[in-house]
């Protein structure tokens, strides 16, 4: 029987040896005592089994609360644990609670990140993957031999469909390739979905008959299930080509219901996010994370970006464009999605340490906010990535291009 197999950094007072353990036992057929029914037969079968510890360092202070160690010495280490998918099928939802489930209240642990999770050749089979995911997108948007270049509208919230339609049609006559919503905008008091979704595809199906190419406006479909799925018809009948969820509100089973219609590209937002990563001894890495949500079938997913405005490093953030980047099966490839504080200046180090170009790169405040106004600040993004592609440095880049410099005028001085 294939089994699955989690890769995590574990730290605790007791034997490293010990504490895995208890969390193969806590997450299989095991409880704190043995009960009558937990026959030799029945744990050969269900039992989830320790494939491999390996001892990192010892530390004097415990990462988060959990059992006090007598001798004051804290021990980290790498644990493998594999079970049988028997125990939870083509179950997202149950491997979920089984591979990061109550095993981050055991006591035995001062610490305990889920870093990498092994799939079994038959969850190929089972999961679709994203329905677009790199080519796909990029047919949708006629983007070939660059990054697709992308905005949020900004304000986040408070403009009105026909304020969003209007700055669309300013993106979309400059070239822009891609529109979202902000995660906080689904349907507020002033900007109801119906109503933006009417005001800004009129604008971009008009922009499509005349100049055939269609920018993909991702809307933020974000509810309730019937909600988000009465939503996705209304984006499809009106010739949308992508949808957005938040998908760590949304829940993995809802999202996955959106997922599964399969006619428009899913563009997954991953606000939340560093409430499950942000401690390095605590929750999940983006390595697993991503693997997740391709099995769900999102085609493009949040990786924050380089020298970005939030708490991430650029390595992190470069890790995570190669972890999406990796194949999954004979699955489509998820769209890196880079974003946060981006205005150009940063195509330059996202080139150099990544060498590709299959990204959809967005600046928000760095699009909206460019000094000669949104449409310039899109020509400004292009003219980065161009320039970087090219090998320029971001100095000569802005002697070569106007809008680029006022850019880094603007925004390289914060
Ligand atoms: O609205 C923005 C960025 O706006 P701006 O371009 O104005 O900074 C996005 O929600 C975050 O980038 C998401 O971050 P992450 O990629 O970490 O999920
Ligand atoms: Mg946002």
Redesign the pocket.
Known sequence: MERILATYYIETPYAPEKAAAVLAGEQSSGTFVAVPGETAELKQRFAARVESVEVLETVNEPAIPGATSKDGKYHRAIVKVSWSIENFGYNLPVMVSTLQGNLYEITQFTGLKLMDIELPASFGEQFKGPAFGIEGCRQLTGVQGRPMIG??I?P?IGLSPEQTAAMVKTLAEAGIDFVKD??LLSSSGNSSFNDRVDAVMNVINAHADKTGKKVMYAFNLSGEVDEMLQRYEKIVNSGGTCAMISINSVGLAAAKKIMDQRQLAIHA???G??MLTRHPLLGIDYKAYQKIWRLAGADQM????IQ???W?SDDSVVASIEACLTKMFDHKTVVP???????GGQAFETYRRTKTVDLLY???????AHPMGAAAGVVALQQAWKAAVDGLTLEDAAKQYKEFAAAVEKFGKR
């Open positions: 905005t949020i900004k986040s902000d995660e937002h991953r606000n996010w560093g949040h990786v924050n970006g970005n405005k939030f991430e999605v880079v974003s946060s504080g981006q205005w967005m600046a928000g405040g760095g699009i909206m």
